[in-house]
């Protein structure tokens, strides 16, 4: 079956490491996102990927690292520079061309700092 | 004026009532629009795209006003398990990330 696939699907970080939130695609979509939820709140765009080797800042990317060496691929880095990083954090593609291109999620990666 | 914008409910309505969320937008060039439903902890899904022309789908009617820039979602006889969040989505220009709304939160009560 086609879809995104995040994991893990729970994290527990502790102050000051780092932690990588994985998301893999095979819907053959050209365009990656990353999403911030928190609770009560809506989404909010950290990084986005419109084809490999490239990425654009979303309107949070302080304290968060991506990289987009594959076209399935689009891992999340989370630093010790976030100061907050408790949150839901949604992985999404779409195919990235035309105008009409709905966006489809992966489960979600809940973090949690201890 | 926020690029997206919703009522944040909640709407809580009994069994068999009908619905109506609006949501506005700010980009006049904005080209394509969405609504999604979110389920308590849960990733958001398609419900359905917007069209010019309105679209229907069973008891969901979707309806886009470019002139006045605002999009709406009508849910007829509505379900328990149409309880959710409800996000209006708007993909700003052909090849940049869609923009979410905040999300409308329905309750439908027995």
């Known amino acids: 079956d086609g879809g995104i696939t995040q994991s893990p699907k729970y994290l527990f970080r502790k102050e000051g490491q780092n932690v990588t939130l994985s998301c893999e695609q095979n819907l053959n979509h050209d365009a990656m996102y990353w999403y911030r939820q928190d609770p009560g709140q809506g989404l909010r765009l950290i990084y986005y990927s419109q084809i490999v080797n490239d990425f654009q800042k979303g309107d949070i990317a302080e304290g968060y690292s991506v990289s987009r060496e594959k076209k399935e691929s689009f891992p999340l880095t989370v630093t010790s520079a976030q100061k907050n990083p408790t949150a839901f954090y949604l992985c999404a593609s779409s195919i990235g061309k035309g105008w009409s291109t709905e966006a489809f999620f992966g489960q979600g990666t809940r973090l949690t700092v201890v | 004026r926020k690029e997206v914008e919703q009522d944040p409910g909640p709407f809580n309505v009994p069994e068999g009532a009908t619905v109506a969320f609006n949501c506005t937008y700010s980009?006049?060039?904005?080209?394509?629009f969405f609504w999604y439903r979110q389920d308590c902890r849960k990733e958001p899904k398609l419900l359905m795209s917007?069209?010019?022309s309105g679209n229907e789908d069973g008891r969901f009617t979707a309806q886009l006003n470019r002139a006045s820039q605002y999009i709406s979602l009508l849910i007829r006889d509505s379900k328990l398990s149409d309880s959710a969040t409800y996000l209006c989505v708007v993909n700003p220009l052909g090849n940049t990330p869609l923009v979410f709304g905040k999300g409308t939160r329905l309750s439908v009560i027995a």
């Open positions: 917007v069209y010019s």
């Open positions: 980009n006049s060039a904005s080209q394509s």
